[in-house]
T-cell receptor, first 110, second 115 residues
């Protein structure tokens, strides 16, 4: 089993739609989780850290489900500019290593 | 706020040549990392460093050498470039505030082609 797994997509959604991605992780001791956005092989950019109680930043909501070992990202009112690859990142407990999922591609259609 | 910068942005080199990719950060972050990104593999860790003069191997270290004589610099050297090292290389840094903080911050990447 991979340490961090994501559905590669692509997810094709119309503008204004709500879309959600999940990411599963294998190490139950993991404590640090992040969502990054990456455009067309440019550098990944931090979208949001994921807090235990869940957190929201504008149209974006991140959730952590420890029992089932997954994190989720919800995007409301999708914009064309949201089209990108979304990377799930989990910090390996007790180390300085960050494990990346292979990313989920989102395409928002006009 | 310069953040983290990589140079060069693009590099073409020949098989067997030595190449050094530069990474410089202005935040005084303790941790620095080198990743490579290839289609079908996602981001893979090459080397990382917890502080000046402390480095360690990641998933794919073979063929690469790093050094960290100063906190702000973390160069990556390909000792004898091979075609399989054609990739996009990202440098990243993070501080040590503990979970759930300390995200990675990335440089804008170096696209390396080995012919």
């Amino acid at each position: 089993r991979k340490e961090v797994e994501q559905d590669p997509g692509p997810f094709n959604v119309p503008e204004g739609a709500t879309v959600a991605f999940n990411c599963t992780y294998s190490n139950s001791a993991s404590q640090s989780f992040f969502w990054y956005r990456q455009d067309c092989r440019k550098e990944p950019k931090l979208l949001m850290s994921v807090y235990s109680s869940g957190n929201e930043d504008g149209r974006f909501t991140a959730q952590l489900n420890r029992a089932s070992q997954y994190i989720s990202l919800l995007i409301r009112d999708s914009k064309l500019s949201d089209s990108a690859t979304y990377l799930c990142v989990v910090k390996k407990p007790g180390t300085y290593k960050y494990i990346f999922g292979t990313g989920t591609r989102l395409k928002v259609l006009a | 706020d310069a953040g983290i910068t990589q140079s060069p942005r693009y590099k073409i080199t020949e098989t067997g040549r030595q190449v050094t990719l530069m990474c410089h950060q202005t935040w005084s972050h303790s941790y620095m990392f080198w990743y490579r990104q290839d289609l079908g593999h996602g981001l893979r860790l090459i080397y990382y460093s917890a502080a000046a003069d402390i480095t360690d191997k990641g998933e794919v270290p073979d063929g690469y050498v790093v050094s960290r004589s100063k906190t702000e610099n973390f160069p990556l050297t390909l000792e004898s470039a091979t075609r399989s090292q054609t990739s996009v290389y990202f440098c990243a840094s993070s501080d040590n505030q503990g979970p759930p903080l300390s995200p990675l911050h990335f440089g804008n990447g170096t696209r390396l082609t080995v012919t």
